[in-house]
T-cell receptor
Framework: KQEVTQIPAALSVPEGENLVLNCSFT??????LQWFRQDPGKGLTSLLL?????REQTSGRLNASLDKSSGRSTLYIAASQPGDSATYLC??????????????FGRGTQLTVWP | DTGVSQNPRHKITKRGQNVTFRCDPI?????LYWYRQTLGQGPEFLTY????????KSRLLSDRFSAERPKGSFSTLEIQRTEQGDSAMYLC????????????FGPGTRLLVL
């Protein structure tokens, strides 16, 4: 069974810092990996999706990398702002077996950026 | 608003009652997913549909849970004889394609079973 782990569980930083959030997964047979943002009590907002054949994706101040063979992904946030405060979730989609439709999620990293 | 919508947004019920949630996916999206999220955890997969066909169900989906997607448009998730352990956020997502694409999530329905 695919297991996804996110480190750290929580992070509190001053505004302006560059951040790295880590995600690891146990089964490297994935179609893609997706990073989401979740504000308290809300649904998930997709940030970046990396296909298994890709190494990284960028969107504005966000950059996500994928090393499928080692089962790792990182989300890099440049010049953090208080509005970035949220929980960041990593999810992988399996590429084999009967679980082709589902995403496997980590528990998330709760980020607080203070002014 | 052209995103995924879910109703109701909040539901409080007494143990033993039945509840039904509705999800309206993004128009034209052929895939629809249900997830459940408890406090401090990531979402856990429950089931998904491709058009009107339910293709996979998690072991989390006990006999008390049933999901439908008639005509391949909106979907309903029903929980019969609710238990306190069913208290969670129920999230719906939709996507267009064969599975390698982005899943777009709705705002969720928060269920509290007293």
């Amino acid at each position: 069974k695919q297991e996804v782990t996110q480190i750290p569980a929580a992070l509190s930083v001053p505004e302006g810092e560059n951040l790295v959030l880590n995600c690891s997964f146990t089964d490297s047979a994935i179609y893609n990996l997706q990073w989401f943002r979740q504000d308290p009590g809300k649904g998930l907002t997709s940030l970046l999706l990396i296909q298994s054949s890709q190494r990284e994706q960028t969107s504005g101040r966000l950059n996500a990398s994928l090393d499928k063979s080692s089962g790792r992904s990182t989300l890099y946030i440049a010049a953090s702002q208080p509005g970035d405060s949220a929980t960041y979730l990593c999810a992988v989609r399996a590429s084999r077996g009967s679980t082709l439709g589902r995403l496997y999620f980590g528990r998330g990293t709760q980020l607080t950026v203070w002014p | 608003d052209t995103g995924v919508s879910q109703n109701p947004r909040h539901k409080i019920t007494k143990r033993g009652q039945n509840v039904t949630f509705r999800c309206d996916p993004i128009s034209e999206h052929n895939r629809l997913y249900w997830y459940r999220q408890t406090l401090g955890q990531g979402p856990e997969f429950l089931t998904y549909f491709q058009n009107e066909a339910q293709l996979e169900k998690s072991r989390l989906l006990s006999d008390r849970f049933s999901a439908e997607r008639p005509k391949g448009s909106f979907s309903t998730l029903e929980i019969q004889r609710t238990e306190q352990g069913d208290s969670a956020m129920y999230l719906c997502a939709s996507s267009l394609g064969e599975g390698a694409e982005t899943q777009y999530f709705g705002p969720g329905t928060r269920l509290l079973v007293l």
